[in-house]
């Protein structure tokens, strides 16, 4: 069993940046696959980026891509979103996730078991 803890989100202007971190349990932390995904309302769950487990190389949504960045620190058990130039329709509660069953991240939602419980994010124009 995983849990998942998400914090950093908040209100920022368009432009802005914002910085959300996931704490994960567990002592295999840096061969967990983790994905970040956004859900706005009315919207279907939307990837937005991931991070494989055991060298933690990252891909991006193209609607992130440039603008996004993911990291982890495994002695920290913690993997981490920088948003910069915020745009309003980034505006979603963003969940980070985690698939203990392989170290390659994918994209879909139903590869992850384990979630977090998400933080707003909300960006004004």
């Known amino acids: 069993q995983v849990q998942l803890v998400e914090s950093g989100g908040g209100l920022v202007k368009a432009g802005g940046s914002l910085r959300l971190s996931c704490a994960a349990s567990?002592?295999?932390?840096?061969?967990?696959?983790m994905g970040w995904f956004r859900q706005a309302p009315g919207k279907e769950r939307e990837f937005v980026g991931a991070?494989?487990?055991?060298?933690?190389?990252?891909f991006y949504a193209d609607s992130v891509k440039g603008r996004f960045t993911i990291s982890r620190d495994n002695a920290q058990n913690t993997v981490y979103l920088q948003m910069n130039t915020l745009k309003p329709e980034d505006t979603a509660v963003y969940y980070c996730?985690?698939?203990?069953?392989?170290?390659?991240?994918?994209?879909?939602?139903?590869?992850?078991?384990?979630w977090g419980q998400g933080t707003q994010v909300t960006v004004s124009s």
């Open positions: 991070t494989n487990g055991i060298g933690g190389s990252t």
């Open positions: 567990g002592s295999s932390f840096s061969r967990y696959a």
């Open positions: 996730a985690a698939n203990l069953r392989t170290v390659v991240a994918g994209s879909y939602p139903g590869e992850y078991k384990y």
